[in-house]
């Protein structure tokens, strides 16, 4: 399934995401580096799909993004003032921090980790995505595990065929996944 939309016509499909969304369903969409797969990170049902559709293990972490940090707080525990302003130096962008869970983050987005993979995108649709919907993305590469990372939305359709909702449009130029980086540590876990 896809539909196609410039970022100004992008509400006229606002209802439609959110519905399939709300059912559980599983979104491709561009991101800085590749299509990023995703759902809506507190519905446990969408996940196991997400999970079982790139056949990743459940006990591997997931990385959520949203188009303010405003929308990832209620998944990590707080933070000091210098730990926001380290963090927040490297948002909007591709730099996904390793930041300790709250209490009400859903165990099945950290995995065994004691940690949540968090990031502010830069990509205009991906943040717009969050922004409209007003919630964070579960934000994994548009692949199965251990394949190529999808660049395009037809890439997209023959891996995932109607399983997947595929908001068309150019990924971002970056040529690497983001950055992870510990915020506890300060260990850059993939550069």
Known sequence: MAFHFFPAAFLRHLAEIRYHLE???LIAYPTESCYGLGCDPRNYRAVRALQRLKQRPQ???LIVVGYS??????????LTASQLKQVEATWPGPHTW???VSKKT??????RNKTLAARVTAHPIAAALCRALDMALVSTSANRSGGKAAKTAK?????????VLI???QIGLRKKPSTIQDLLGGKIVRS
Do not use: H, T, Y
């Open 167 to 169: 908001i068309p449009g």
């Open 59 to 61: 006990n591997k972490g």
């Open 155 to 163: 890439a997209c359709r023959s891996l995932f065929g109607k399983d």
């Open 106 to 111: 859903p165990r099945w987005l950290g995995g």
């Open 69 to 78: 940090f405003s929308q990832l707080r209620g998944l990590v525990a707080p």
């Open 98 to 100: 390793l930041l300790p």
């Open 23 to 25: 059912r559980g369903g």
